[in-house]
């Protein structure tokens, strides 16, 4: 009871980070006609717009594998119905989870968890010599045709509501020339995980030309960021151009989030974080680990003062795993010196350890303050111990770690 108060407290008292996508495994498409060839395929179509959401990858039909599952999707599907859109009858399926990760998993691929950053676009249009600011609910047509396209690839994105705030933070020349100070400014009210500026041509046939930058971080860290942004260019109708665009900026998201399938996991791993000081950023961290796409299991293993030691069940490589975990910029890697380490099982079945002298061992750790050592009934010493059932719940959670990796959290 006090572990479900406490993480409702956090949940509460923190920003919101990122967003949860909740459709990754859902499709509706186009039946012109009820006949058998129409609808084998309309779910063709289905399974190709999920796995391309799913994965993050665009090119995913190029996978000899892939183009084999969609030759026979029913395995996949776990329901469907018929709609419709727009005066066309529709298809409405929705995919079974577990067996499109198992095949993204066979082909190698990627896979981009529910849990993807938020997009805050700022875009400027240029018609007959005027520039304009698409605002949220402008009724201009950009508007929902960009966020057509972004959901087809399961990445959310926001417009600024250009109410008195917006109007005197930015201007259209800024925007215009992607000026990086006031874009984060103006961005950092919306809380984005990153910032889309777009600028559209309209041209004499009606279609435009679009130039994007993407700048895939939160507004608080543009300016001294090191990065340059990512960059393209798409034309044609404004729903072709706008599609190309997304498809473009999904795919570089996705280059930094998605997670890589098929290669061997590296089983338990952990990690020792210090600087928590308080249940908000126990909880946090705890969160944050656990949506990590690379990963299966977290439990917290260890905690003494400011610092507790997770072990994190791997659903993919510790690559994989440090990959993702490096793109959170809550946590700084720290040089392993604290004197945590654990060997390799022995024929035997004994793990030995070593670690400080005044290391606390707990189970699911979490008390009123997270700054309180936590009490065993046995006290720990430094020498290895001789019963296998007094051995720190570390090592034997991880029988093949060679040492806990340090990091320093600062929320």
């Given at each position: 009871m006090l572990r479900f108060a406490l993480l409702l407290f956090a949940l509460m008292a923190l920003p919101l980070k990122a967003a949860t996508v909740t459709n990754l495994y859902q499709a509706e498409v186009a039946l012109p006609d009820t006949d058998k060839q129409s609808e084998q395929k309309a779910r063709e179509e289905a399974l190709e717009q999920v796995l391309i959401k799913v994965s993050g990858q665009s090119t995913i039909t190029q996978n000899e594998i892939i183009r084999k599952a969609l030759s026979n999707s029913s395995p996949y599907v776990s329901q469907f119905g018929y709609g419709s859109q727009d005066g066309q009858q529709t298809l409405e399926l929705t995919f079974d989870q577990s067996r499109i990760r198992n095949l993204l998993t066979q082909a190698n691929a990627t896979l981009w968890s529910e849990q993807r950053p938020s997009v805050l676009v700022w875009m400027v249009n240029d018609a007959n010599r005027s520039r304009d600011i698409i605002w949220d609910q402008s009724g201009n047509s950009f508007e929902p045709q960009l966020k057509k396209a972004a959901d087809n690839r399961g990445v959310p994105v926001m417009m600024p509501i250009g109410?008195?705030?917006?109007?005197?933070?930015?201007?259209?020349?800024?925007?215009?020339?992607?000026?990086?100070?006031?874009?984060?400014?103006?961005?950092?009210?919306?809380?984005?995980?990153?910032?889309?500026?777009?600028?559209?041509?309209?041209?004499?046939?009606?279609?435009?030309?679009?130039?994007?930058?993407l700048f895939a971080d939160k507004p608080?860290?543009?300016?001294?960021?090191?990065?340059?942004?990512?960059?393209?260019?798409?034309a044609g109708t404004s729903a072709d151009a706008l599609t190309e665009m997304m498809n473009q900026v999904a795919d570089q998201l996705a280059g930094k989030?998605?997670?890589?399938?098929?290669?061997?996991?590296?089983?338990?791993?952990?990690?020792?974080?210090?600087?928590?000081?308080?249940?908000?950023?126990?909880?946090?961290?705890?969160r944050m680990l656990t949506n990590m796409t690379s990963v299966a299991s977290v439990n917290a293993s260890k905690l003494k003062g400011d610092t507790v030691i997770f072990g994190v069940n791997l659903l993919s490589s510790e690559m994989a795993f440090q990959r993702e975990l490096s793109q959170d910029r809550r946590l700084t890697s720290?040089?392993?010196?604290?004197?945590?380490t654990v060997a390799a099982e022995s024929e035997t079945g004994l793990v030995e350890t070593t670690e400080p002298q005044d290391a606390v061992v707990g189970e699911d750790v979490v008390g009123e303050s997270i700054a309180e050592e936590v009490p065993l009934s046995a006290e720990p010493t430094a020498d290895v111990p001789q019963d296998p059932q007094a051995v720190d719940v570390t090592a034997t959670m991880m029988p093949t770690l060679s040492q806990v990796n340090q990091y320093y959290w600062q929320p």
């Open positions: 109410d008195f705030e917006d109007v005197t933070a930015i201007n259209i020349p800024d925007i215009w020339g992607g000026f990086v100070q006031p874009i984060a400014g103006a961005s950092a009210r919306y809380q984005p995980d990153a910032v889309l500026v777009v600028r559209v041509r309209q041209q004499a046939d009606n279609n435009v030309q679009l130039g994007w930058q608080e860290y543009l300016v001294s960021s090191q990065v340059a942004p990512a960059e393209g260019r798409a989030y998605a997670v890589q399938l098929g290669g061997a996991s590296d089983g338990e791993y952990a990690i020792q974080v210090a600087n928590i000081q308080s249940t908000e950023d126990f909880f946090a961290l705890e720290q040089p392993a010196d604290n004197g945590y």
